[in-house]
């Protein structure tokens, strides 16, 4: 995994659930993972799977649910990283923060 140290990527834990970010550090060990300009993926509409989303992006970002960006966090019990695309990127990135 630390070769998708600093890039953007989807990242996927066992409880607390996915998050969008530049992975900072990866603890394999403990498989805890530091995030810099995080967003959490609530709910996404208009890719299939994470691989989809971390490839191409979503479909319908109007339908998305991605919550305001945090500049740092901790993830614990990380499951999968999957490195995004520049297009990927691109599509996360404009999707507007959801709030209530």
């Known amino acids: ?22 992975l900072a550090d990866y603890d394999k060990e403990n498989r805890t993972a530091e995030l810099h300009n995080t967003r959490r993926l609530w709910y996404w509409r208009g890719a299939a799977s994470l691989s989809q989303l971390a490839v191409e992006g979503v479909k319908n970002p109007i339908d998305c649910k991605f919550t305001i960006a945090v500049p740092q966090m901790q993830v614990m ?24």
């Open 1 to 22: 995994m630390t070769n998708n140290i600093n890039k953007k990527c989807i990242i996927r834990t066992n409880r607390a659930g996915v998050f969008f970010g530049t």
């Open 77 to 100: 019990d990380v499951i999968e990283i999957i490195p995004c695309t520049d297009e990927a990127i691109k599509n996360i990135e404009s999707v507007a923060t959801w709030k209530k």
